[in-house]
């Protein structure tokens, strides 16, 4: 009872987690047979082995889902929870393989989360050393990472009125919104697909080889930052190239409705997207504060102009590639750096952070208190986002996860400080994790206590799930309680 009133709430039903996860689990045995047949084209046997072993599981696992009765409606917190088993099971999965390369169990799971989770960091030493099939794999983790997010956050998204809104603007229909969201999800694959066949395309016109084209063309377009050379985009024949790998990591951070939008030739609306124009914003001014930056500690104008442009624009996208190694910057870049990787991209994108539609949100709350001081006491004021009206729950979400990502953050950093790390480089450390954006202070790598190692991983996951479906995921009321009728 809660003031007097029963308080309702359904737990979540194993069968139907079970049968979904088994839906799951076929799509991702397809998708692990484009590593299985790298291997295989790489001659690394052993390799595709494991990968073989995984399809087989992942085949019989889905097999027995099929038994499982289907449900008439899926509640939120069971979407919840099974993005968030999707998550948490597909990397423990892919470590199996990824430990044939020469890895420790330890290191190929983190490997595999960074992958999934699109973030980026890693803890070897050297990736150069290491097989083109591992190289390859992990670019392709990033990928569907980047595509699942997408479109399992769908599912998320049902309880996120501003969105769901937009999520129907495409089309201007009056469908329900399920339907509405799968033909959201067929749409955001079509742009997906299309865009890493453009930014492959791309990439081979400016003289990089097929498999450097490849592996750099899916980890930039799921914003996930995985590099083929130890040096990432320092190891470019030109600068050209490093700007085209940029370029595209901002085409993944672009919510990807809008680029349905410009396929109905809705090119005025698109271009209006108060969203799109801030992510604009936002690449531009942390470019020039990082090359101002850069240009006030002594390098040549020039080069301050391309690595500032080159390091901002990657991490406000959260890409997370880099044209020299972040440890070499000043506190000051750093920081710059910080505050680009917590806010990220566009809500609806394959990029982390916050979103810049909870900022947006955020900072329409402030003007509206601002103007309500001068006016009257009666006077009603509804707070609007462009022509949308923001009601109580867009605002409730929005404010409720900056603070939960602020509070991530904080309760990391002072694990990493505690440990005895520089203050602002432990920051950058898990604003970069919880961001998925992968930039490294110098931390991470091969000597990072096994804690810190759970730390990050913890954090790349509660970022990419946006904390609030690993909550619900660890809820025990989530398991435990009413169940409705399958």
């Known amino acids: 009872m809660a003031d007097g009133r029963m308080t309702l709430r359904y737990a979540v039903r194993p069968s139907v987690i079970g049968k979904y996860l088994g839906q799951l689990g076929f799509i991702l045995a397809l998708l692990t047979c484009v590593p299985f047949l790298a291997a295989l084209s790489f001659s690394d046997f052993a390799i595709a082995l494991r990968y073989a072993l995984v399809i087989a599981l992942l085949l019989l696992l889905s097999l027995l889902s099929k038994k499982l009765p289907t449900p008439g409606q899926l509640q939120q917190n069971e979407a919840m929870v099974i993005v968030a088993l999707a998550f948490l099971l597909s990397p423990m999965l892919m470590s199996y393989p990824m430990m044939a390369s020469g890895l420790s169990w330890g290191e190929a799971v983190f490997e595999a989360i960074s992958a999934v989770t699109t973030t980026g960091l890693t803890t070897l030493s050297s990736i150069e050393s290491l097989p083109r099939s591992f190289m390859f794999a992990r670019a392709w983790m990033q990928w569907y990472g980047g595509l699942g997010i997408v479109a399992l956050s769908v599912a998320l998204l049902l309880g996120h009125?501003?969105?769901?809104?937009?999520?129907?603007?495409?089309?201007?229909?009056?469908?329900?919104?399920?339907?509405?969201?799968?033909?959201?999800?067929?749409?955001?694959?079509?742009?997906?697909?299309i865009l890493t066949v453009l930014a492959v395309f791309l990439l081979l016109v400016l003289g990089l080889t097929p498999f450097a084209a490849v592996t750099h063309a899916l980890a930039a377009i799921s914003t996930g930052g995985f590099s083929p050379n130890d040096a990432s985009l320092g190891a470019m024949a030109h600068g050209g190239q490093a700007v085209a790998v940029v370029l595209i990591g901002l085409f993944g951070a672009i919510p990807l409705h809008l680029y349905y939008r410009l396929r109905q030739h809705q090119l005025l609306p698109t271009l209006g997207d108060v969203e799109l124009r801030l992510l604009l914003v936002t690449c531009l001014l942390a470019a020039l504060c990082l090359s101002l930056l850069l240009f006030s500690h002594g390098m040549p104008w020039n080069e301050a102009l391309y690595h500032g442009t080159i390091q901002g624009v990657s991490a406000q996208t959260t890409s997370g590639f880099s044209s020299l190694p972040v440890r070499s910057?000043?506190?000051?870049?750093?920081?710059?750096?910080?505050?680009?990787?917590?806010?990220?991209?566009?809500?609806?994108?394959?990029?982390?952070?916050?979103?810049?539609?909870?900022?947006?949100?955020?900072?329409?709350?402030?003007?509206l208190l601002l103007q309500r001081i001068a006016m009257p006491d009666h006077a009603v004021m509804s707070p609007k986002l462009g022509q949308r009206a923001l009601d109580e729950t867009d605002i409730q979400g929005a404010l409720m996860l900056i603070l939960l990502f602020v509070t991530v953050n904080i309760i990391s950093w002072l694990i990493f400080v505690i440990h005895g790390y520089a203050p602002l480089d432990a920051l950058f450390e898990v604003v970069s994790a919880t961001g998925t954006v992968g930039l490294s202070s110098g931390i991470t790598g091969p000597e990072l206590e096994p804690l810190l190692r759970v730390v990050l991983c913890v954090d790349m996951l509660l970022g990419r799930l946006e904390i609030v479906a690993l909550l619900v995921l660890l809820y025990p009321y989530s398991w435990l309680g009413r169940r409705t009728e399958s």
């Not at 937009?166 to 742009?191: F, H, I, K």
């Not at 750093?334 to 952070?353: D, E, P, R, Y």
């Open 329 to 367: 910057l000043d506190d000051d870049s750093k920081l710059v750096l910080i505050i680009a990787m917590f806010i990220g991209g566009g809500l609806g994108s394959t990029a982390g952070g916050i979103k810049l539609l909870r900022l947006l949100i955020l900072l329409r709350l402030l003007q």
């Open 161 to 193: 009125h501003i969105a769901s809104r937009r999520l129907t603007e495409p089309g201007g229909s009056s469908e329900g919104l399920a339907t509405t969201a799968r033909t959201y999800a067929r749409r955001v694959l079509g742009v997906y697909l």
